[in-house]
């Protein structure tokens, strides 16, 4: 890490165990990685004495919404133990700005889509299943989330990253509003024209009962009004762009295997 960050003015530590299934499997990892990788991020950081560290939070720290929108200072709740090995890391990050006076700022990013996106998330695994086969396989329609296409979310980084008013803090990055899982499959498959495709239930897909998020709403208004970012993607529009790359890619993705 020392060797990584020597000379930098800016970090933006985007490393982690991200598969929400997986952490499931291997709880020991994701702290491995999550927490102490983050650590050693930040201690290099410290180090160095880098003018600016970017660190990278999750909607999934809040759990299922005690209230929407979901502002900075709703509770953390660890549903998951990939949420909790994130949230070990934000704290660590907090800590470092409370300790060491490091110039950390942490961008929690509400549920990122887009080209290129691994086939871990619903979306892809949406796209990649309803060009392939005749029906489409999921886990939970219920749950509401709100996606923020990935050009936002990278222009989200970068602005409220390097915004001075918010070194300390976590801000949100997020659309403000949200739709069900159930819904935007049916968008995706009207951008296909495939309105008719059936929709089935797999429960290899689905999370334990107490582990599911069901609601993620952002409240943006910290990363709007105190560092000027403003999403330009509507999701049809970024959905519409994510089946194009993928129609164009699809040889990168295993339709029929359910990856963790």
């Known amino acids: 890490m020392h060797k990584a960050v020597q000379g930098c003015d800016y970090v933006f ?13 291997a709880p020991n990892d994701y702290v491995a990685v999550n927490v102490q990788g983050t650590v050693n991020v930040l201690e290099a950081c410290r180090d160095e004495k880098t003018p600016r560290i970017v660190h990278t939070s999750t909607s999934e720290t809040y759990g299922t919404a005690v209230y929407v929108p979901i502002d900075e200072k709703h509770p953390l709740q660890g549903q998951s133990p990939y949420s909790a090995s994130k949230i070990g890391a934000d704290k660590m990050a ?18 990122t889509f887009g080209p290129r996106q691994s086939a871990r998330a619903f979306i892809p695994t949406v796209i990649t299943q309803a060009l392939t086969r005749d029906k489409i396989m999921m886990g939970s329609l219920e749950p509401v989330r709100d996606m923020t296409f990935v050009k936002d979310t990278a222009e989200g980084f970068i602005t409220v990253g390097l915004c001075e ?13 949200g739709d069900t899982i ?79």
């Open 13 to 25: 530590h985007l490393a982690a165990l991200v598969g929400i299934p997986y952490s499931y499997v």
């Open 94 to 111: 907090e800590s470092y700005y409370n300790s060491f006076n490091l110039p950390v700022v942490t961008v929690r990013p509400f549920n």
């Open 182 to 260: 159930g819904t935007m499959v049916k968008t995706i498959l009207k951008i296909l024209g495939k309105e008719k495709m059936l929709i089935r239930q797999d429960a290899s897909r689905v999370r334990p009962a107490n582990s599911e998020v069901m609601r993620l709403i952002s409240d943006n208004r910290i990363a709007r009004e105190v560092c000027g970012w403003k999403p330009k993607y509507t999701l049809e529009s970024g959905l519409t762009q994510t089946v194009e790359w993928i129609k164009q890619n699809l040889d990168k993705y295993k339709p029929d295997r359910y990856a963790i």
């Open 165 to 177: 008013k918010v070194i300390g803090q976590t801000v949100n990055l997020g659309m403000g509003h």
